[in-house]
């Protein structure tokens, strides 16, 4: 049960980081 829920903040940092990096990709194009 543990296991589970770290997985599940694991998929929600990995998300997170994921929609900053995709957003500062763009902040780079528009330059």
């Not at 543990?2 to 980081?17: A, D, T, W």
């Amino acid at each position: 049960m543990k296991q589970i829920k770290n997985l599940e903040q694991l998929r929600k940092f990995i998300k997170n980081s994921l929609g900053s990096w995709s957003i500062a990709a763009k902040e780079l194009d528009s330059n």
